[in-house]
């Protein structure tokens, strides 16, 4: 007489994680902050971003994962950005 086989019991399985929008969050909280506070938020910002590639760039990044890849022209993205913002803050003093 042949042994049955049976098949081994299903493991259970984790379940399935859904993906976190934590990013859909910051950037609705990042449009708050510039709509409420307008340039300042700008050049904040702008200057915050130029000033991590630049360290970043110094240390011997590149490539970034940004849509325009070169860090250079991330700085000058970032720094057109600043500048924008700083214009913004010398017109509304007027």
């Known amino acids: 007489m042949t042994p049955v086989v049976r098949p081994a019991p299903p ?3 984790r379940p399935t994680e859904s ?3 934590l990013r859909l ?3 609705a909280t990042i ?3 510039a709509w409420v506070l307008g340039p300042v938020a700008v050049l904040f910002f702008g200057v915050l971003g ?3 590639y630049w360290r970043a760039r110094r240390a011997g990044l590149t490539r970034s994962r940004c849509v325009l890849r070169d860090t ?3 700085l ?3 720094g057109l950005i600043a500048l ?3 214009a913004g803050i010398v017109y509304w003093l007027r």
């Open 11 to 13: 493991q259970p399985t």
């Open 19 to 21: 993906a976190d929008p």
């Open 25 to 27: 969050c910051i950037y």
């Open 31 to 33: 449009a708050l902050l």
């Open 50 to 52: 130029f000033v991590g």
């Open 72 to 74: 250079r022209l991330v």
């Open 76 to 78: 000058a993205y970032l």
């Open 84 to 86: 924008a913002g700083l």
